[in-house]
T-cell receptor, first 112, second 113 residues
Framework: ETGVTQSPTHLIKTRGQQVTLRCSSQSGHNTVSWYQQALGQGPQFIFQYYREEENGRGNFPPRFSGLQFPNYSSELNVNALELDDSALYLC???????????FGSGTRLTVV | GQQLNQSPQSMFIQEGEDVSMNCTSSSIFNTWLWYKQEPGEGPVLLIALYKAGELTSNGRLTAQFGITRKDSFLNISASIPSDVGIYFCAGQLRETSGSRLTFGEGTQLTVNP
């Protein structure tokens, strides 16, 4: 079975720009979560999608938004990028119920 | 955002030594998870604990779910160089907060051959 794949692997954006990150979930997984991992810290929960709807959100502003598609893949969109948005963005998929998370390798976003 | 208190922050040990790290929280969880992350990769699940008091092993790794549901520890026995990486604990409270994971800040493990 294929794992979680994320694209792109690295990205450099300018403050104020918008960015879209993509995630393909593991085969058989219908729930996708996104996490932000700043350098030297643990991942922080952004939000989760189940059946194409947001199903839980962490302490992130509305300029962080997402989508889940019928094939369970997902996008994370961030508008009006700020320097503090520089981080590793991780996607994790699981079956419903949230057991057995599988993480992707992440997208390293640098905002300059 | 909420973080778990994970200690120690870093460890430098000799190959063959045993390692112990722990995680505490002010909130209860009904699942505790331990992950390992290597450079350029996402976290990889090592051990999952689902019941208070549960003690689970995975090869040289042993983890326990604290009785109070607010803590967990991970032991690594007879460390080897490939154990190098960052170890994260994560708590999950499935009933009220979906299935989100709350992570600790990690323990950086260095093993000298």
């Amino acid at each position: 079975e294929t794992g979680v794949t994320q694209s792109p692997t690295h990205l450099i954006k300018t403050r104020g720009q918008q960015v879209t990150l993509r995630c393909s979930s593991q085969s058989g997984h219908n729930t996708v979560s996104w996490y932000q991992q700043a350098l030297g810290q643990g991942p922080q929960f952004i939000f989760q999608y189940y059946r194409e709807e947001e199903n839980g959100r962490g302490n992130f502003p509305p300029r962080f938004s997402g989508l889940q598609f019928p094939n369970y893949s997902s996008e994370l969109n961030v508008n009006a990028l700020e320097l503090d948005d520089s981080a590793l963005y991780l996607c994790a998929s699981s079956r419903s119920g949230g057991l057995g998370y599988t993480f992707g390798s992440g997208t390293r976003l640098t905002v300059v | 955002g909420q973080q778990l208190n994970q200690s120690p922050q870093s460890m430098f040990i000799q190959e063959g030594e045993d390692v112990s790290m722990n995680c505490t929280s002010s909130s209860i969880f009904n699942t505790w998870l331990w992950y390992k992350q290597e450079p350029g990769e996402g976290p990889v699940l090592l051990i999952a604990l689902y019941k208070a008091g549960e003690l689970t092993s995975n090869g040289r790794l042993t983890a326990q779910f604290g009785i109070t549901r607010k803590d967990s520890f991970l032991n690594i026995s007879a460390s080897i160089p490939s154990d190098v990486g960052i170890y994260f604990c994560a708590g999950q409270l499935r009933e009220t907060s979906g299935s989100r994971l709350t992570f600790g800040e990690g323990t950086q493990l260095t093993v000298n051959p």
